[in-house]
Structures are given as structure tokens and as C-alpha cells.
């Protein structure tokens, strides 16, 4: 990006995030609380085999969709990311929308991990007000992003390395207690598969039931997009970071769920009231204990509030990052596209703080209900953002075709295609309308339930059209597409 005072009037933003720190980005980014907390309702609900085979699909899904992204992102990288290709590859209202429902998406989540904060150190301090931990963290995560790209890439460098460790070190405890090496895995094997209504509980009903938290346990491992127009060599980086994409899904989340459901029963009581009331109750910490780790409860909430505090951070700076390349584009107003020296969007930051304050209502209607009601809207914006990013490389790829260019040219490409991007799409698309389906088969339909659920579907649709109508634009044709001669 070239730098001009007479047309910004402040600095560019600065390509500081090294290989290392993109690395830990996207595994940051796909290991949270979904992993360390979710991970046991996933089980008790659809059982160890519906939770398994869950998370293999949707690792599946999410890994053509970071292929489909690494390509675009390769090829393009700008901060904007997907609501860029949006815009240029398939219609600009439909980018417009794409940016401010993910802008929406990440400030919701960071105040979704805030209120999960206070839950966290409930356990250590009980008698202290929750507002006052989620002020406090706001204030570090706010601090973090303030001062430079740098400084976020090297907190979340540390942040997602402790939980890498947290994970291997838990796979290879579950291993030596299955294995009789240590105790604790005297009741441990198959025959967890085979009580009750086992392996798959709840039918396929269940699964998709359960889609959901999993897909929103995966969230954030789009950020290496985002991160693409502030990574010093893109095009080698971001496809080196694609390409770990599915082994740290096999490790991270398919193993980890293998060996809880081999250690813990789905219907153990503990594992069964593991939610948002008491998220010290990890799967995680019910492992160790086993092992005769005691101190686990303790180390296990740390790690939790340390992805707590990583999901924070990554929301800040994806949300700050896009209401910043929309303000720069037109699509929001000029204020937000302002830099400071060092290439920091603070404008944009200050305004994504405010909404992250959403989490102060926890205090006045209650945790689980402010939760659980933010959760699921994040949720469903995430999704919408996958379903772009799957629509965008088609077309992408499409037009790059059909205008005479060969793929041995883009710096990476996205294997099985068309049928990745495609395969995705469905999917997604599919856990996305049939999210909360048995809301719409009960004699009285719970208003409530799907206003929470699908509230995400309508403002998207309505924001997108409304932008249509107004700027009366239409879907880019594939001989009309612009593609950059040279790669920055």
C-alpha cells in the first residue's frame, strides 16, 4: 500500500505480523472455549459419537472454506478480506453487508467472551461484582489493540501458545490413562460408546442441534484473512498457514473429543451440567482429576480465561480492522478510516469497545439468559460470513477462468474445486436454516427461541437489499471482474 498524506491524511497500515505470529492467529483463533467448555454439552447431547462425527464434518467444512479464503487472500490480501471479494466478485451490496454483519459478529463475541469472564473468575472470587472482571478485561483487551498490530500479534501469540500446550498435554494424558500407563483410566474404552442410546444420542436431530456450538467453536479461524493486509509476506504466509488448517483440526478438536468420550461417559452428571452456569466444569479439568491431577480445576480455569481473553482480542482486532477497510471504502462513515501513527484504526476501536459494553447487561437480566442470547446471534453471523467467503471463491475462481487466466498463476490454490467451496456452502447453509428446526414443529412456536437463533438471517438480508435498492447495483458479471496485476 502506498502511502499518501493527501489522500489519507494519515499512515497506511503496517505489514508487521511475521510468519509466527499469523501461525498462532489461525490456531488462536480456532481453539477457545468452544474446545475447553462446549465440548462436553457436545457430547452429553448428541453422545460421543453424533459429537464426533460432528466435529469431523464441520473440520471438513471449515477447511474448504480456509482453502477458498487462503486463495483469495494469497492472491488479494487487504484488510477487508471476504467483504472485499464479496463486493468485487459477486455484488457490492452483498460485500457491504458481508463487512458490517462480521464487524457485528466479532463485537458481539467479544462481549459474549466478557460476560464468560466473569464466569470465570466467579470461581476464584465469588463475592466480587462480574461487571467489574469484564471492565477489567475490556480495559487490557482495548490496551492491547491500542498501541500497535504488533503488539496484538505478540499477545496472541502467547495467548493461543498456552493453548496448543493445554491441548497436547491433554491428548497425551487421555492417551497414557487409556493406554493403563496412568490411573484414572480403569473405566475408560469403547463400552462409553456402547451405553444407553450410544454412540449417537438424540438421533440426527441432535447433531444438528448441536452444529451449531461446534461451527461456533471453529469461528475465527477466518482471521488469517483478516490478517492478510497487515502479514509482511502474504503470499508465502497465508497459504503456509491454510495448509496446517486441517491437521490442527484432527489434533485439536477430533482427538480431544475422542478421548473424552473414551475417559467420561456422555451421561456422567458432571459432564452433563457442564453450561454456561458453571464453565469451570470442563471436560478438561474432569480428565486430569482423574488422573489425580488436583491442582486441574485451577490450571484448567486459567487456560479458560486465557482463551477467554485470546477470542477477546482476536474480536477486537477483526472487528476494528473491518469497520475500518468499510470506512475507507465508502461504506462507513470517513471518521472510522482514520489511522494514528503507528497504523493503529483507533477511531474504529473506540467504536467497537462501545458495543462490546453489551456485556454490562449481564448484570442487569442475569448471565446465562444475556449468554446464551448472544452466543446464539454471534453464532449465526458466523456463519453468514462462512457462506460468503464459500460464494465469493466460487466466483472467484470462475471469473479468473473465464477470463483467460491460469490458475498456475494464483500463489496458492485451493484444491477440490469446485467441489470444496460447494461442499461447504451446502453444509453451512444447511446447520445455518435448520439450526433451531423443532422450534417450527411444536403445537406453539417459541417466538423467542427463534427470534434469538435467526435474528442474524433478516438483518443481513435486510442490509443487503436495502443497499441494492439504494445504490441500485447489480451482481458483478464474471467478464467484469478486476483482478490485481501484481501482488503485494
Known sequence: MVKDKKTTEQPALRRELKARHLTMIAIGGSIGTGLFVASGATISQAGPGGALLSYVLIGLMVYFLMTSLGELAAFMPVTGSFATYGA???????????????????????????????????????????????????GVIFLLNYISVKGFGEAEYWFSLIK?????????????????????????????????????????????????????????????????????????????????????????????????????????????????????????????????????????????????????????????????????????????????????????????????????????????????????????????????IAISHYRFRRGYIAQGHSIAELPYRSGLFPLGPIFAFILCLTITLGQNYQAFLQDRIDWYSVAATYIGLPLFLIIWLGYRLTKKTRFVKYSEMVFPSSNR
Open 88 to 138: 468485487n466478485y459477486v455484488e457490492e451490496g452483498f460485500g457491504f453487508a458481508l463487512g458490517w454483519n462480521y464487524w457485528y459478529n466479532w463485537a458481539v463475541t467479544i462481549a459474549v467472551d466478557l460476560v464468560a469472564s466473569q464466569l470465570v473468575m466467579t470461581w476464584w472470587f465469588p463475592d466480587t461484582p462480574g461487571w467489574i472482571w469484564s471492565a477489567l478485561f475490556m
Open 164 to 388: 496448543v500446550v493445554t491441548v497436547i498435554i491433554f491428548i497425551a494424558v487421555g492417551v497414557l490413562m487409556i493406554a493403563g500407563i496412568l490411573r484414572g483410566g480403569e473405566n475408560a474404552g469403547w463400552h462409553n460408546w456402547q451405553i444407553g442410546d450410544a454412540p449417537f444420542s438424540g438421533g440426527f436431530s441432535a447433531m444438528i442441534g448441536v452444529a451449531m456450538i461446534v461451527g461456533f467453536s471453529f469461528q475465527g479461524t477466518e482471521l488469517i484473512g483478516i490478517a492478510a493486509g497487515e502479514s509482511e509476506d502474504p503470499a508465502k504466509n497465508i497459504p503456509r498457514a491454510v495448509r496446517q488448517v486441517f491437521w490442527r483440526i484432527l489434533l485439536f478438536y477430533v482427538l480431544a473429543i475422542l478421548v473424552i468420550s473414551l475417559l467420561i461417559p456422555y451421561t456422567d452428571p458432571r459432564l452433563l451440567r457442564n453450561d454456561v452456569k458453571d464453565i469451570s466444569v470442563s471436560p478438561f479439568t474432569l480428565v486430569f482429576e482423574h488422573a489425580g491431577l488436583l491442582s486441574a480445576a485451577a490450571v484448567m480455569n486459567a487456560v479458560i480465561l486465557t482463551a477467554v481473553l485470546s477470542a477477546g482480542n482476536s474480536g477486537m482486532y477483526a472487528s476494528t480492522r473491518m469497520l475500518f477497510t468499510l470506512a475507507r471504502e465508502g461504506k462507513a462513515p470517513r471518521i472510522f478510516g482514520k489511522l494514528s501513527k503507528g497504523g493503529v484504526p483507533r477511531n474504529a476501536l473506540y467504536a467497537t469497545t462501545v458495543v462490546a459494553g453489551l456485556c454490562f447487561l449481564s448484570s442487569m437480566f442475569g448471565n446465562q439468559t444475556v449468554y446464551l442470547w448472544l452466543l446464539n446471534t454471534s453464532g449465526m453471523t458466523g456463519f453468514i460470513a462462512w457462506l460468503g
